[in-house]
């Protein structure tokens, strides 16, 4: 099955307008898995970003119609896609302002693919996780390991944040104390432990303390649910 980080279905687009470092990175990357979309003008970028939505966005900064900068600053409305500057400039004053601009890691030119190919993988590693689960009106941020109600924060503990970890992965689906089990220690527990009926219950009384009601569904002699309650 393939991971999280693989390139497989993983569209870039490469916004660049020299064609010889086009080809080479265009196909470099298509030799990795991904599929490449390429601009050769700050314009093309814009209509290739709506016509065919990317996981992440290469961008050569130095662009004959649209500063790249201010490309960067556009492209970052589309909320959580990463982007990779290119650049020919290697000041510190550049950077900084690239990187608070509004792109996610840059390269100074000349660079190697191979460096290009880690920086793609460590962004879209770092999308995936930074996934956010809305179950009703909870949101679970797997990688800063956040639980929000509305708009207050609700503090779990490691065991009660891997079993929501876990609970969120499919909404509605009942899990059995084993896959809890398996999921939180790593293997089953001895026979008659009820550890997990004391995480659960935990954790129900702190979502209904911050006023989240019928979320976590206990099933009778099979396991438990979350799910969004019945309005
Ligand atoms: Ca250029």
Redesign the pocket.
Known sequence: MPSAADPVDKRILLI???AE?AALLKNELGEAGYEVDWAASGMKGLVSLRENPPDLVIL?????DID?GEIASRLKQHGGLPIIV?T?TDTVERKVELLLGGADDYLTKPFHPAELLARIQVQLRKKDSGEVRRIGELELNVESRRLRYHDGEINLSPREFALMELLSTKPGRVFSRDEIENHIWGKPLAGGSNVVDVHVANLRSKLRAAGAYGYLRTVRGVGYALRKPKE
């Not at 050569?60 to 004959?64: I, K, T, Y």
């Open positions: 660049e307008d020299d470092i050569d900064l130095g662009l004959p790249g290119l020919a």
